[in-house]
């Protein structure tokens, strides 16, 4: 058997790797540290539209966690269920648990979960047009009591990582680049002190090199600032690259999970999700059909 | 107010009627202003601001009429319209909030009847008169200076009308409650996901909506009597706001200068070929033809919904 590696490491004493994700999380709570445990959830919106069926993930404190999967696969429902933003779209989670930081997640408004330490980084940007580069990150800090003078230390802090925006603070955020724009969003959410960043699709439109420089700065962020995230992301590869575990969702379901490094080289994941098939792109529902292979460190759902 | 025998009073007279349409138009942008607020803040139209205009009005006459003195009655009345705001968001946009907009339009309009009915209930049906100790006549020391009439009333409604655009600008500008709401007038997503709570902004925008509905209604309640007719002179922030854009601060400011200057104008100097009283329409044409021109409105940036 191989060894674990990646999030394994911090619970050696996790058990058989072919355990099921739900009865993982269970084990997890009990044996580890983990800030946010999703189980065996599932989300309908405007109350007939399933988004998710049963999805269970665990993010260990401290580390980067990727949810990958295609359009429409549930990644953006699933950050949503944690930051309760779904409220705001007539979605609902019906069944299964959510917890954060050792408190369930049910009644919750977004504005008390930034309160607890979690921000959501919503996809698309989403900055404030009309407010400058400085004021868009400013506006994070609203659920903060924050003296004039402890915003100028915050700022700095948060120009220490994002050299960029500081000579465009007094930009108007909507004509900055697209990357400058992904910057903003996530200082903006830093800027609220969070524990826990829910990053979705952060590397969307953006050139290659942006992407690398964003994701660099993702990575300062969780050394230094010890911010745990939840990254959903389309593109694998470089999410993989960055972070610690990786779950791959489809149509609501989780379909495999392992250490970041046991999907970077497992086949199916190659051959679906980083482009490197010669077949043109299947689903994993239909290869798990073709073939059942045991992974030594990976866990089918 | 014509005075003849002077080479210049034909363009003098042009000056005055300019200047009293420009005062007059302060009250426009200040109602407009109400308009765009909370456009901005909810991208709903707020069909209820003419009956607020009018329910406030009414309810400060009430207030005085009860013995309260003029600063206590003002701020009572400001109190009211905040607890109104905090209403309207719990009960009315609270519930609302995953509607569409056409909803929450249907339920201003509903509001608005709402507090029409509400305001005569409590206060009665009969125009009030209300005296804020300034006459609609001519200023001594302007007609000495310059030669110009300009009526103190004007000129008293065009000072306070700046001075609450300028107060709410640098609210706006430099309050943390301001920063809020320009967040979540672009974004109300975004802004939310960062922890601003919605409904204090909404509350924020209904007081300030509210503040402004009073003064303007005390204005022109002062010229022409507390009465039921102020709801449809309220509705001339419709043209501004067609002239301004929906959503632009400025846009309302110098949309209700050209409404107030140009109907003016246009009622002196074209009025007298259609037998007068054009002023109440005339607004409206202006607006059409700005339509035709700038469908967005001088400062909006994107097509509003017709509603
Ligand atoms: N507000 C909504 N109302 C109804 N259905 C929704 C809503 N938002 C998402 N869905 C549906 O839920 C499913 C999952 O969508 P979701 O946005 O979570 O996917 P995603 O993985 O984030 O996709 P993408 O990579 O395109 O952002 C999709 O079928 C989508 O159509
Ligand atoms: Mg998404």
Same mark, same amino acid.
């Given at each position: ?29 009990? /044996? ?28 260990p404190?401290?580390k ?5 999967? @295609? ?14 933003m ?32 979690l921000?959501?980084v ?25 003296? =004039?003078?402890?915003?100028?230390? /915050? ?27 992904q910057?903003?969003?996530?200082? =903006? ?32 962020l ?30 609501? #379901?989780?379909?495999? #999970?392992?250490?970041? /490094?046991s ?25 798990? =059909? ?8 990976? #866990?089918?759902? | 107010? #014509?005075?003849?025998?002077w ?38 139209f707020? +069909?209820?601001?003419g ?10 006459? @009430? ?65 009030? =008169? ?41 609210? +706006? ?71 301004g ?12 200068l ?18 007068g ?8 044409v202006?607006?059409?033809? +700005?339509?035709?021109?700038?469908p967005?409105?001088? +400062? ?8």
């Open positions: 058997m191989a060894p674990l590696k990646g999030l394994f490491d911090v619970r050696p004493s996790c058990g058989t790797p072919n355990r099921p994700a739900a009865n993982t999380a269970i084990f997890m709570t009990t /044996e580890t540290d983990n800030i946010l445990e999703i189980d065996t959830i599932e989300v309908i919106y405007d109350s007939v539209i399933a988004a998710l069926h049963d999805v269970s993930l665990t993010v404190r401290g980067i966690v990727a949810l990958l999967g @295609g359009n429409g696969a549930g990644k953006s429902t699933t950050l949503k269920a944690v930051s309760t779904l409220k705001g779209e007539r979605g609902k989670v019906t069944k299964g648990t959510i917890t954060y930081d050792g408190a369930a997640v049910k009644n919750q408004d977004p504005a008390d979960m930034v309160g607890l330490g921000v959501q919503l996809e698309g940007r989403r900055c404030f047009g009309h407010l400058t580069v400085e004021e868009n990150i400013i506006a994070g800090a609203y659920s903060r009591k924050l003296s =004039r003078a402890d915003i100028r230390n /915050e700022l700095e802090k948060i120009y220490s990582y994002f050299n960029r925006l500081k000579d465009r603070r007094k930009s108007q955020a909507g004509f900055t680049s697209g990357g400058e724009q910057m903003v969003a996530v200082a =903006r959410a830093m800027m609220a002190k969070p524990k826990m960043l829910l990053l979705d699709e952060p590397s969307m439109g953006l050139a290659p090199q942006l992407v690398a420089e964003i994701f660099n700065i993702v990575n300062e969780n050394q230094n600032e010890g911010v745990s995230i939840l990254l959903a992301e389309q593109n694998t590869n470089v999410a993989l690259r960055n972070a610690d575990y990786g779950y791959i969702i489809e149509t609501g #379901h989780v379909m495999l #999970h392992g250490t970041a /490094e999907l970077l080289n497992d086949e199916k994941v190659k051959e679906l999700y980083l482009g490197i098939s010669k077949e043109g792109r299947k689903n994993f529902r239909d290869v798990l =059909r073709e073939e059942s292979t045991d992974h030594a460190d990976l #866990h089918h759902s | 107010m #014509h005075i003849s025998g080479p210049m009073t034909e363009f003098l007279f042009f000056i005055e009627v300019v200047v009293a349409g420009l005062l007059a138009g302060t009250m426009y942008s200040l109602v407009a202003l109400g308009f765009v607020l909370i456009y901005k803040a909810s991208s709903t707020n +069909f209820a601001q009956a607020m205009v009018f329910f406030a009005v009414l309810s400060f006459v @009430g207030f005085m009429e009860l013995g309260l003195p003029f600063v206590l009655a003002f701020f009572v009345t400001i109190l009211l319209m905040a607890l109104l705001g905090f209403a309207t968001e719990r009960l009315v946009l609270k519930p609302l909030m995953n509607q569409s907009e056409d909803t929450l339009l249907m339920a201003t309009i509903g509001l608005g009847f709402v507090l029409e009915g509400l305001a005569q209930a409590v206060w009665g049906v009969e125009v009030r =008169r209300l005296d804020l100790g300034i006459g609609d006549f001519p200023i001594q020391w302007i007609i000495d200076s310059t030669g110009l009439f300009i009526s103190a009333l004007d000129l008293t409604a065009g000072l306070v009308a700046a001075v609450l655009i300028i107060g709410l600008a640098l609210i +706006f500008k430099y309050t943390k409650m301001g920063l809020g709401l320009r967040a979540v007038a672009d974004d109300p997503g975004a802004a939310s996901s960062i922890g601003i709570p919605l409904g204090n902004i909404m509350l924020l925008v209904w007081t300030a909506a509210g503040i402004v509905a009073l003064v303007a209604g005390m204005m022109w309640g002062a010229r022409a009597g507390v009465q039921f007719a102020l709801v449809d002179l309220a509705l001339k922030a419709l043209p501004v706001l067609i002239i854009g929906f959503s632009s601060i400025p846009g309302a400011i110098v949309g209700g050209i409404i107030g200057a140009s109907e003016k104008v246009l009622e002196v100097y074209v009025g007298p070929y259609f037998g009283a054009i002023e109440g329409w005339a607004p409206f202006i607006a059409i033809f +700005f339509l035709l021109w700038r967005e409105g001088l +400062f909006g940036e994107k097509i509003i919904r017709r509603v």
